[in-house]
């Protein structure tokens, strides 16, 4: 399984002004070291320093397992925070956010134990890691062709299909057309031992 490290995207993230510095600020928030968070996220520090100072971009597991390991949310890594967590999100209201290669807005009230997004993933982005960690998925394809491999079936969903599923099944999301594809997800992210699942083995910083 590919370590978090080599899920990221290298170089700068410019289109994250926002989250590098809500990464540290959590972190200090969880009384943690650099080296402490670095390690139970199995990142190397300066892996872990890139992403607080936006020098690299987060994947998507990476920021499950941040959020696990400072007791928040993703949509509070990515700094889309609301004291009073309206019910209602209106689409004027959603910034988007890069991550990974990917674009995220906040579809659901943020700071809760289940996340809606609306995401939409290029032709080519992440469509080679294997995602494990706790809790369940649901997606639903609103444009393009999603290929979703669950374990060893792939399945291939077109507009208005969904799937919902243990997100501890190892699956991947990739975009079958040049066009890409969006969706909307939703995920329970769990406080749990076995989300270090998602992480795979520690293999040092990439360069």
Do not use: K, N
Not at 41 to 46: H, N, Q, W
Not at 129 to 157: F, K, Q, S
Not at 177 to 191: A, I, K, M, R
């Amino acid at each position: 399984m590919r370590s978090p490290e080599s899920d990221a995207s290298a170089g700068p993230a410019a289109s994250l002004p926002a989250m590098a510095p809500q990464l540290r600020a959590l972190r200090r928030r969880a009384s943690l070291t650099l080296e402490a968070a670095a390690r139970a996220a199995g990142l190397s520090p300066a892996h872990l320093s890139r992403l607080e100072t936006g020098q690299r971009q987060p994947s998507l597991p990476m920021l499950l397992a941040l959020a696990r390991i400072y007791g928040t949310t993703v949509s509070e890594l990515l700094g889309e925070t609301s004291p009073d967590r309206d019910a209602i999100v209106r689409a004027a209201d959603m910034e988007a956010t890069r991550a990974g290669g990917w674009t995220y807005w906040q579809a659901g009230s943020p700071g809760r134990g289940m996340q809606a997004l609306r995401v939409r993933v290029p032709h080519g982005s992440q469509g080679d890691i294997v995602r494990v960690h706790p809790g369940e998925e649901w997606l639903y394809v609103l444009r393009g062709r999603l290929r979703l491999r669950l374990g060893d079936t792939a399945h291939l969903l077109v507009p208005g299909d969904s799937a919902h599923f243990d997100s501890l099944t190892p699956h991947r999301i990739a975009a079958e057309d040049p066009d890409g594809l969006e969706l909307l997800f939703v995920h329970t992210l769990l406080q749990s031992p076995t989300a270090t699942l998602c992480l795979g083995p520690h293999t040092g910083d990439t360069p």
